[in-house]
């Protein structure tokens, strides 16, 4: 069960990326094409919150199922 759920979500990354990159491509040309994170805490979120808010903010995201 656990590789059905790990394909589905690279199936589901790959989909979202090409439809922001369709998107930027039509709506925002000359711009730098966005990233999508990659998970864990970022220096501009620990900025914001603190280092220890960060893992806490980070952890509690919805996309690893909290």
């Known amino acids: 069960m ?3 759920d790990k394909a589905d979500l690279a199936q589901d990354k ?3 990326k090409a ?3 369709k998107h930027e491509k039509n ?3 000359g711009m730098k094409p966005t990233k999508l994170k ?3 805490k970022t220096n501009a979120d620990m900025l914001k919150y ?3 808010m960060a893992k806490v ?3 509690r995201s ?3 199922g909290g």
């Open 19 to 21: 439809a922001i990159g």
């Open 62 to 64: 919805s996309g690893r």
């Open 27 to 29: 709506m925002h040309q």
């Open 14 to 16: 790959k989909m979202i």
């Open 50 to 52: 603190g280092r220890n």
């Open 38 to 40: 990659a998970g864990g």
């Open 57 to 59: 903010m980070n952890q």
């Open 2 to 4: 656990a590789k059905m």
